[in-house]
Nanobody
Framework: QLVESGGGLVQAGASLRLSCAVS????????MGWFRQAPGKEREFVAA????????DYTDSVKGRFIIALDKAKNTLYLQMNSLRPEDTAVYYC?????????????????WGQGTQVTVSS
């Protein structure tokens, strides 16, 4: 089970940290990621990471602003989001059981959280 938290309403330029708590299983040798879906748009890749080796990839629009990280002791995935922009507004989803961490699509992941809303006002 994947449970996201940490979303909210913030002003442009602010920071948020999303968390994805993993329960009921272990995620060794797994790829995990964050996707987002804005109103009227398809779900898109944000960031992904290899649980085993820690290598990560980001979509271009968040590079230098967002950081994906793992706390293996807590079985938790994080997304640190800095310098937020109105265009970052979306429902953010945690994903696991990915076949790749490098430029994945949502079809590459098979386990999903329920999503958490992030709203950035201008």
């Amino acid at each position: 089970q994947l449970v996201e938290s940490g979303g909210g309403l913030v002003q442009a330029g602010a920071s948020l940290r999303l968390s994805c708590a993993v329960s009921g299983r272990t995620f060794s040798n797994n790829n995990m990621g964050w996707f987002r879906q804005a109103p009227g748009k398809e779900r898109e890749f944000v960031a992904a990471i290899s649980w085993r080796v820690g290598t990560a990839d980001y979509t271009d629009s968040v590079k230098g602003r967002f950081i994906i990280a793992l706390d293996k002791a807590k079985n938790t995935l994080y997304l640190q989001m800095n310098s937020l922009r109105p265009e970052d507004t979306a429902v953010y989803y945690c994903a696991a059981d990915g076949s790749t961490w490098f430029k994945p699509t949502d079809r590459d992941f098979h386990s999903w959280g329920q999503g958490t809303q992030v709203t950035v006002s201008s």
